[in-house]
Nanobody, 124 residues
Framework: QVQLVESGGGLVQPGGSLRLSCAAS???????????MGWYRQAPGEQRELLAR???????NYADSVKGRFTISRDNAKNTAYLEMNSLKPEDTAVYYC???????????????WGQGTQVTVSS
């Protein structure tokens, strides 16, 4: 019912910055609310890691590994979340996934959706 599309990934040098975007859209029906949006990442051979989450009211939380470097935000009018990544390190290299808890007009309860992921590579 809901598609999450990440964009903004790519190759960046250590110390550089990237901004990821996650746009939510309804394939059927329409979005009523997005209670929570979050960003995760997964490096090869490692577990998926929660990086940051933001509620519809703007409350945020961050993983210790990115606290002070990454900032999550959202534009409720556009149903879009962002992840501003600064001071990037090689260990930040991973596939970054968007996640959202969404209520639609057809499925009238919060349901967990995932994006397809976008590759972020930090290298010289």
């Amino acid at each position: 019912q809901v598609q999450l599309v990440e964009s903004g990934g790519g190759l960046v040098q250590p110390g550089g910055s990237l901004r990821l975007s996650c746009a939510a859209s309804a394939a059927s029906g329409s979005i009523v609310s997005i209670n929570v949006m979050g960003w995760y990442r997964q490096a090869p051979g490692e577990q998926r890691e929660l990086l940051a989450r933001i509620t519809s009211g703007g409350s945020t939380n961050y993983a210790d590994s990115v606290k002070g470097r990454f900032t999550i935000s959202r534009d409720n009018a556009k149903n879009t979340a962002y992840l501003e990544m600064n001071s990037l390190k090689p260990e930040d290299t991973a596939v970054y996934y968007c996640n959202a808890l969404v209520v639609t007009t057809l499925r009238r309860y919060p349901y967990d959706y995932w994006g397809q992921g976008t590759q972020v590579t930090v290298s010289s």
